[in-house]
């Protein structure tokens, strides 16, 4: 046999061999999980049965794919119930075996993942046109994310918006999203809040609705509920710091009895027990008690 191959140069998708040479999947199966691992972000929020629509496998056909890429640990679902009572199924496809316990951690965001995923409830979706929206003469690669920041706040909030996936699975967000968002949450811990109270201020009071995009969700509460501006007090150029309000040293007390000290609130030379002591005296002095009435005999 011989063989002619070009390495492609654009609108590829990369295929491993444990998927292309996997020999249980059927050829519907490998075509259905290499073009669900080729599409954009925006489109994974199809579920499979879609995607599959797009490609001519229905019906029997569909099921069959289906039941052969759960068999073989390359698809996973999850049925729960959401926010309005109703039943959907969330849908993992990935590109390399998973057993049930990884699929559930790259699910709820516990380990990295690089897989293509796939949400959706379980009624047809609409199928339009391409869901790619490539040119013909552009690249088909992934834009990379931006450079990681060197500002320790960006750095943090980054971390804080990577993390809200642990809290919500509805606010998960791509390295690439959260890079991009760090800046506006960035804002936040300068101005004094913590990185536990921006997780909290992102996560709580969720529409009741759902959010369906984490992205612009984020970034519209993260500019709304900016808290304000720490006032800085800075001190005067001239003349020293201010003296006024700190406390004044211990002094002796100068009343009588025994030594002791007390703290003055002002030019005081004795301490509030002997001045009032001092006071009654004073007063007991200007006004003696009156002598008690004799008593009344009777006859």
């Not at 999947?25 to 995607?51: C, F, I, M, W």
């Not at 709580?204 to 501006?229: D, I, Y």
């Amino acid at each position: 046999m011989l063989r002619h191959a070009i390495a492609p140069l654009r609108r590829y998708t990369k295929a491993s061999h444990d998927v292309v040479q996997h020999p249980r999947l059927n050829s519907d199966a490998k075509v259905l999980l290499l073009y669900v691992q080729g599409l954009p972000e925006a489109a994974t929020e199809r579920p499979l049965s879609a995607h599959a629509e797009r490609l001519g496998i229905k019906g029997r056909a569909y099921q069959k794919v289906k039941q052969l890429l759960i068999a073989c640990g390359f698809l996973h679902e999850w049925r729960h119930q959401n926010e309005r009572g109703r039943w959907v199924t969330d849908q993992l496809l990935a590109n390399v075996h998973l057993t049930t316990e990884e699929a559930a951690a790259v699910r709820d965001g516990g380990v990295p993942s690089t897989h293509m995923r796939t949400v959706g409830e379980p009624v047809p979706s609409v199928v339009g046109d391409s869901p790619s929206g490539d040119n013909n003469e552009e690249e088909n690669t992934p834009n990379p994310p931006p450079e990681p920041p060197d500002d320790p706040e960006r750095a943090a909030a980054e971390d804080v918006l990577l993390s809200l996936r642990q809290s919500r699975r509805e606010l998960h967000l791509g390295v690439s999203e959260a890079r991009t968002l760090s800046a506006i949450a960035a804002d936040w811990l300068r101005r004094g809040i913590s990185p536990a109270d921006l997780r909290y201020a992102l996560t709580s009071a969720l529409p009741p609705n759902g959010v369906r995009s984490a992205v612009g969700f984020l970034r519209h509460r993260l500019t709304v509920k900016m808290p304000q501006e720490r006032s800085l007090v800075r001190r005067t150029p001239e003349g020293p710091p201010r003296t006024d309000r700190l406390p004044k040293p211990l002094i002796a007390c100068e009343g009588p009895g025994s030594e002791h000290v007390f703290r003055p609130v002002g030019d005081e030379t004795q301490c509030g027990h002997c001045r009032q002591e001092a006071a009654w005296k004073a007063h007991h002095a200007k006004y003696p008690p009156l002598a008690a009435a004799p008593a009344m005999g009777t006859s």
